[in-house]
């Protein structure tokens, strides 16, 4: 045993216990998330719908693009064709299956592209104000003067049909909305306290940028974009809906629903079921946008 | 009040300006050459030398935007490919009617909308706030064209109460406002109320909830008045900033009425910009859009004026 002299406090007793790692910000959005029910409903129907269309080739029980003339438009629950069958004989059930990979990937990718695209432009003009960011805002402002679906489809409309036109035209159509969000949200943080700390403690604009403004910027641009992806199935859709989208026979929900405009009098239900699968799919990424914004806590 | 209403309409011209460049320019990021609709597949040099030079398509570009905005500002759209009738007057005829069932649905999309988002606001955190909510939810995810179909299933094929489509017996030409006529305008417009009715019930909500939280009101109750004249002065609040939604979203129908037109076979500018779009129509694409998109940017102007009349905080801004 050690003497305990005068000045010589035990070790033990200094001792800081060890830190404990406080739980982090991710968690506690995930802890937040968790508790939402109707979140986490609404994501795993997304999830689902993303491994429906991944695994497409194993779940569908035909081949969405075999046609039948005998067998044109049947009702819900024919044997054989569990969600009936459309205007030229295919297996809507499977049609509806395959569809999901087209109609998911022409909704999203817009979305990622402008989420991409458009945060680095806001983000730039935000941080550097001035005359680059009067420039960059007022061009926003013009696309700001078309609605969305007339934006769409005056692009899509002159680029003329075909997939690639379709992503683009939406790509463009979200970019400056993108664009607005990530200006507004970087110029708040670049007037905060500890951004001024850290240009007068020396760090330059690429280290403010890398370390300060992206960590609080990107949750609220990425939950805005989340929220775009709603309104961009329903525009992607719209646009095959018109014939600007994918070319028959591919399944797509959108151009599925155009086809089976004219069987309404016939199969009015079965000609219904393409936009229950858009309607399904947008509800459920908006719900899961509502609760990964409430969960980020991000305002607005 | 004058300086806010200068400022606005300066702020204005610039966006308008863009917005123009933007519609001339659509003509050529479209691939191809403009003419080859209109030309025969075996045209001479000559004869397309000729066309180019009728359309202006042979001068440089910076001439071509300063002739073609300088027509347009007296009202001269350009000459329609297909038609070969002028372009602003087919597009005038076909906003007349997309206007028609466009302020139908947001005076339907109001009335509803603000019902919902003030009985959601009042009782908040009840049933009726939750139902409320998702109504809203459900009327911004719905794919509208889709809903379109559905109505005419149960409306028109099943029910039988009203008609499919068009513009009624005597078409968009021989419009009479009688029940034949305006039965036509029903389903188009009730579809198209959907996106207005979920986005201001969102918005009333809010307000209302803002509205209730801040300080007047237990002043106000605290004075003896009863719940009616509460309600009153949180109308007085909200309404302004309702307004203002609203009419921005008349803005967004004219514009997004394209897909529902479709459905509905309703003589709009939908039913204009899907005929222009499909026959290669540039100038009419380019004349129909340019109208629809000066409507919007001249109806943000108006809103943000009456916003301003209405409420004195805003034109301190």
């Known amino acids: ?300 | 009040m004058l300086s806010y209403l200068a400022r606005r309409i300066v702020y204005m011209l610039p966006v308008a300006l863009g917005v123009s460049l933007f519609c001339f320019l659509l003509v050529h990021i479209a691939p191809g050459d403009p003419l080859t609709s209109v030309l025969p597949p075996d045209a001479s040099q000559a004869m397309q030398d000729e066309l180019r030079k009728i359309y202006g398509f042979d001068r440089p570009l910076p001439v071509q935007f300063g002739l073609w905005l300088w027509n347009a500002l007296q009202g001269n759209l350009g000459t329609s490919i297909a038609s070969g009738r002028p372009v602003a007057g087919e597009v005038w005829r076909a906003v007349g009617n997309t206007l028609m069932i466009a302020s139908l649905a947001t005076v339907i999309g109001f009335l509803f909308g603000s019902f919902f988002g003030f009985v959601a606001g009042y009782f908040r955190g009840s049933l009726l706030d939750k139902f409320a909510s998702m109504l809203a939810v459900l009327g911004v995810s719905v794919p509208h064209y889709w809903l379109g179909m559905v109505m005419v299933i149960v409306f028109s094929v099943q029910l039988g109460w009203l008609p499919p489509g068009g513009a009624g017996p005597g078409g968009s030409a021989a419009w009479k406002w009688d029940w034949e006529h305006v039965s036509h305008m029903l389903l188009p417009a009730i579809t198209m109320s959907v996106i207005p009715m979920g986005i201001i019930a969102r918005t009333v909500r809010a307000l209302v909830a803002d509205i209730l939280n801040q300080e007047f009101v237990p002043a106000l109750r605290a004075k003896g008045l009863m719940d009616f004249g509460v309600f009153r002065h949180v109308v007085k609040n909200a309404a302004p900033t309702a307004l203002a939604v609203m009419g921005l979203q008349l803005g967004y129908l004219l514009g997004g009425s394209i897909l529902i037109e479709t459905v509905f076979s309703w003589p709009g500018t939908g039913f204009l910009l899907g005929n222009a779009i499909f026959q290669r129509d540039l100038p009419l694409l380019q004349g129909t859009i340019l109208v629809l998109a000066m409507f919007f940017v001249g109806l943000n102007v108006i809103v943000d004026i009456l916003q301003g009349v209405l409420d004195p905080r805003v034109r301190r801004r």
Do not use: C
Not at chain 1, 28 to 57: N, Y
Not at chain 1, 84 to 111: N, T
């Open chain 1, 1 to 300: 045993m050690t003497a305990v002299t005068g000045l010589d406090v035990p070790k033990t007793a200094v001792a800081v216990p060890p830190l404990l790692k406080s739980p982090g910000y991710w968690s506690g959005v995930w802890r937040r998330f968790k508790r939402d029910k109707v979140a986490v409903a609404a994501g795993i129907v997304v999830l689902l719908i993303v491994l429906m269309a991944i695994f497409a080739d194993y779940l569908a029980p035909a081949d969405p693009t075999r046609s039948s003339m005998l067998r044109r438009l049947r009702p819900i629950g024919t044997p054989g064709y569990p969600l009936g069958a459309d205007e030229l004989g295919r297996d809507m059930l499977s049609r509806l299956i395959y569809g999901a990979r087209l109609s998911l990937f022409m909704g999203v990718a817009p979305v990622f592209i402008a989420f991409v695209f458009g945060s680095v432009i806001g983000i730039a003009a935000g941080f550097f104000g001035g005359r680059f960011n009067t420039v960059v805002m007022r061009t926003v402002d013009v696309f700001y003067a078309f609605p969305s679906v007339l934006l769409a489809i005056a692009l899509s409309g002159a680029l003329g049909a075909g997939i690639f036109n379709s992503i683009l035209s939406l790509t463009i159509v979200f970019i400056p909305q993108i664009a607005r969000i990530a200006e507004s949200v970087t110029t708040q943080v670049r007037s905060a306290d500890y951004v001024e700390a850290a240009r007068a403690s020396g760090a330059g604009s690429g280290t403010i940028i890398k370390v300060h403004v992206l960590g609080n910027v990107l949750g609220p641009i990425f939950v805005y974009a989340t929220s775009l992806i709603s309104v961009s199935m329903i525009l992607a859709s719209g646009l095959s809906f018109l014939g600007l989208g994918t070319k028959p026979p591919t399944p797509e929900w959108g151009l599925m629903l155009n086809t089976l405009r004219t069987a309404i009098y016939v199969q009015p239900w079965v000609a219904a079921l393409p936009g229950v699968a858009i309607f399904i799919t947008s509800i459920s990424f908006n719900l899961l946008s509502d609760g990964l914004r409430s969960a980020m806590d991000v305002k607005g």
